[in-house]
Structure formats: structure tokens, C-alpha cells
């Protein structure tokens, strides 16, 4: 059963990654990039794969990446440039957004600057709400872009690499590949079960009271 949920996870993934190339990497990290949790630990170590194998190249796939992130932070962005603090207020639960998510992501940009895009490309769950932050704080559009695209392209950098690593000591590691898929599909799968339950337990709690 648990083989059939790893299957499901996994196989769309690498089946567009197959069939689009570095278009396909693009367009799934664009996803992971839009308020939407698309675990990019399940997207990049598979092109890094490829690229072992000679289908990929290691420069092309983590720039696809990183041009993926920023394409799918603009929507975002522009959402929360135009909509702002109330339209969070109103319709954030939806993008899986809360106040305290705005407050905390004012906070790093108020202490790091826009230096926060850097950084926050560079962390679980957080790299993919940053983006509709950035907009109703009015960051600006450039640096926020720039940046975006630089801390997206060390993090595509370093997952293509687990990749390729991973690939070329294929024969090493197969008595652990089954293994190494259950514990990131767990891991991906805890993370994203509790930033959904974190984020739409206040819907929950105010459509029954």
C-alpha cells in the first residue's frame, strides 16, 4: 500500500521532468514556488539523477530550477502587492497564508532586508510563502527578483548535486534505494501534513463556531 503512495507521489513528477526536460523542472518548481507544496526535495535530486545518466546537464537543470521559483514567486508577489494586508485577512487561508506567517516574514525583513529572499530560498516550507510577503510589504521588485533567483539557484544547485552524488554510486546505494524514497516521501509528508493542519485549523475553527 505504502509502495502505491510512494508511486503515486513520485511518478507524475518524474514522468514531467522526463517528458518536458529542463521545462519540466521549470514548470514543478514554479508550483512549489506558488503557495503550493510541491516538495522540490522530490523534483531536483531526479533531474540531478538524469543528469548522472547523461540526459541532463547539471548547469541547465539547477538554472531551470531556479528560473521556475521565480516565475512561480511573481503571481504571488503581484497578489500581495495588489491585495495587501486585507486581502491576507480576507482570502490568505486559502493561499494557505495566516497573520502570524505575515508577521513573521516582516520580521525577517526588517531585520535582514531584502537580503531575507536570499535566505529564505534556502529554507524548507518558508521558501514558498515568502513570495506574497514580499508584495504586500511593497519589496522592491528588483532586489526581490535578483535575490529570489540567486538563493533559488544555490538551493537547485545543491539538491541536482544529492542527485547526481546519489546516481553515480547507484549500485552502492541499491540495497537502500527503496528506503531512501519511504524516508523522503515520510519526511515531505509530515512537513506538508503539518503546514496544512497549522494553516487551515483557523478555517476549520471559524466555520463551526
Known amino acids: 500500500m505504502f509502495d502505491g503512495l510512494i508511486a503515486l507521489i513520485i511518478a507524475p513528477i518524474h514522468a514531467t521532468i522526463e517528458a518536458l526536460g529542463y521545462a519540466g523542472v521549470a514548470l514543478l518548481m514554479a508550483i512549489e514556488s506558488a503557495n503550493i507544496p510541491l516538495p522540490s526535495e522530490l523534483i531536483l535530486p531526479y533531474a540531478g539523477y538524469l543528469v548522472q545518466l547523461g540526459k541532463m546537464n547539471i548547469h541547465l537543470a539547477a538554472l531551470a530550477g531556479a528560473v521556475g521559483c521565480v ?12 491585495g495587501g ?11 494557505l497564508l ?70 553515480n554510486n547507484l549500485e552502492a546505494f541499491k540495497h537502500i534505494w527503496h528506503q531512501f524514497d519511504i524516508a523522503i516521501v515520510a519526511v515531505c509528508a509530515l512537513l ?7 494553516h487551515l485549523k483557523p478555517m476549520w475553527t471559524s466555520n463551526n463556531n
Open 71 to 82: 516565475l512561480g514567486s511573481l503571481p504571488s508577489y503581484w497578489l500581495g502587492m495588489w
Open 85 to 95: 494586508r486585507p486581502f491576507l485577512e480576507k482570502y490568505g487561508r486559502f493561499l
Open 98 to 167: 495566516s497573520p502570524h506567517d505575515m508577521d513573521k516574514a516582516e520580521g525577517w525583513i526588517q531585520r535582514y532586508g531584502d537580503w531575507t529572499f536570499f535566505i529564505c530560498r534556502m529554507l524548507p516550507v518558508v521558501r514558498t510563502f515568502i513570495s506574497f510577503p514580499a508584495g504586500v510589504l511593497k519589496a522592491k521588485f528588483w532586489p526581490f527578483i535578483i535575490l529570489t533567483f540567486i538563493g533559488s539557484w544555490v538551493w537547485s544547485y545543491a539538491l541536482v548535486y544529492v542527485g547526481v552524488v546519489f546516481g
Open 192 to 198: 506538508g501534513g503539518w503546514y496544512l493542519w497549522k
